[in-house]
Structures are given as C-alpha cells and as structure tokens.
C-alpha cells in the first residue's frame, strides 16, 4: 500500500494481483487489519488525496516498522526460493 486504503479497496487490490485467491472474507480481513494495527506494522490515516470523506470508511497505511518487516520477510522468501531452486525444487525461469 504505497498509499492509505480502506478494508474495500484493499481486498480489490488483493484480488486483482491473486487472481487464483477465493473471495476474501470481510471478517477475515478486519481480524488481519487488528492484528497488524496492534502489531504497529500499519495505522489510522486520513483518506487518500481524492477520495471523498465516507464516515463509514477506516483509511490505514503501512508503517515505517511495517514497511521494514515487509521488505524482511520479501528477503527471507528470496532465500528459501534460491535454495530450492540450488536443490533442483525449481526452475531457473
């Protein structure tokens, strides 16, 4: 999230990169949204520049600490798919 959302436009996104995901359950998604919060990884923001105000809309953004534990976990999954592919596990493609 390169900038704030809210929980709908979230699972739009999710869903339009992950074709092969099933719907995504709103109650799920605000379980996963509390989890992070409280973790400090994302926070309230205000809406994104155009959106209109929706009172029943919460806009979040990916913190500083989320965004360092995002690009963490991007290297950790790096690692394991060099050393399946150095197993034979994967292709070079």
């Not at 739009?12 to 799920?28: C, F, H, K, M, V």
């Not at 105000?53 to 991007?74: C, N």
Request: net charge negative.
């Amino acid at each position: 999230m390169e900038e704030p959302a809210h929980g709908y436009a979230i699972v739009q996104e999710i869903e339009a990169r992950e074709e092969s995901l099933p719907t995504i359950n709103p109650g799920n998604l605000y379980r996963r949204i509390r989890d992070l919060r409280s973790k400090g990884l994302i926070a309230d923001a205000p809406p994104a520049e155009g959106e209109g105000k929706d009172p029943r809309r919460r806009y979040f953004q990916v913190t500083g600490l989320g965004r360092e534990v995002g690009q963490a976990e991007a290297e950790r999954l790096r690692t394991l798919v060099l050393e399946a592919q150095g197993q034979g596990l994967l292709s070079e493609a």
